[in-house]
């Protein structure tokens, strides 16, 4: 599957969602199930990524647990070189621009493009950018988080994105937060850029996702709230239909 000309099409037709599983977190098994059961809900992708001590094999073994019950296109989100997988569909090859380290703009990119280009997985080119309040990914990337109220700053950091050749620009709040990237400033990063525009972090209710979606985001993401249910198709089925009629 061509993930990449997936996403275009499907984005004709309506907003798409992505669920984010973290195989730092659970079991294969346990993240084949909640995958199976996002797809029943009606998500358009399953990410796989977001801890630190991910080795190479676990990546794998989940990856292959979940492709082994939907046909979803699984991408790896990753948080470093070693998570890699040739099992999945693609991979978000991400730069976080607004971190104060070289290793996480353009060290482990390159350290991993030569294994990529081996394992023969598709690219999709992304400027990550953290907003405030960026919880754990904001610690580990070293982060100079960009805050919340200063939407020309962050305009420009997804400009930078987008004239360096990036798809895929993707705001982020960090995972678990309190509340979403605020609807304005997504309504002024998307009349600014061209890309694919990205939302993640703290989204939680159908209303919290179709208003971002309403703002300009072309995918939604959510991570902690499908690993944190005990509904799962109940509680994702709503927010998912929000974003798909919106």
């Not at 400027?127 to 988080?145: D, S």
């Not at 990036?166 to 309504?187: C, H, N, R």
């Not at 703290?202 to 690993?227: M, Q, Y």
Request: proline share 5%.
């Amino acid at each position: 599957m061509e993930v990449h000309n997936y996403f275009s099409s499907t984005r004709k037709e309506h907003p798409l969602h992505l669920t984010l599983l973290d195989p730092g977190k659970m079991s294969p098994d346990v993240l084949s199930n909640i995958a199976q059961q996002a797809d029943t809900a009606g998500t358009d992708g399953i990410m796989v990524g977001g801890s630190t001590d991910l080795s190479s094999e676990n990546v794998e073994l989940s990856v292959q647990a979940i492709k082994n019950v939907t046909n979803l296109p699984v991408i790896l989100f990753p948080s470093d070189s070693g998570a890699l997988s040739g099992k999945a569909d693609a991979i978000f090859f991400m730069t976080l621009l607004n971190s104060s380290s070289l290793q996480y703009i353009v060290g482990e990119q390159i350290a991993s493009a030569t294994y990529i280009k081996k394992l023969g997985l598709e690219t999709l080119s992304m400027a990550y950018l953290l907003l405030e309040p960026g919880m754990r990914a904001g610690l580990i990337g070293k982060a100079r988080l960009l805050p919340r109220d200063e939407p020309n700053l962050v305009i420009s950091h997804a400009l930078a994105g987008q004239y360096l050749g990036m798809k895929y620009i993707y705001l982020e709040a960090g995972s678990g937060a309190e509340s979403p990237v605020p609807s304005e400033m997504v309504e002024q990063v998307r009349k600014a850029v061209d890309n694919t525009l990205i939302v993640g972090g703290g989204i939680r209710t159908p209303e919290s996702a179709k208003l971002l979606v309403d703002s300009g985001a072309d995918i939604i993401v959510t991570g902690t709230f499908v690993e944190t249910s005990n509904s799962l198709v109940e509680d994702l089925k709503p927010i998912i239909d929000a974003i798909h009629s919106a």
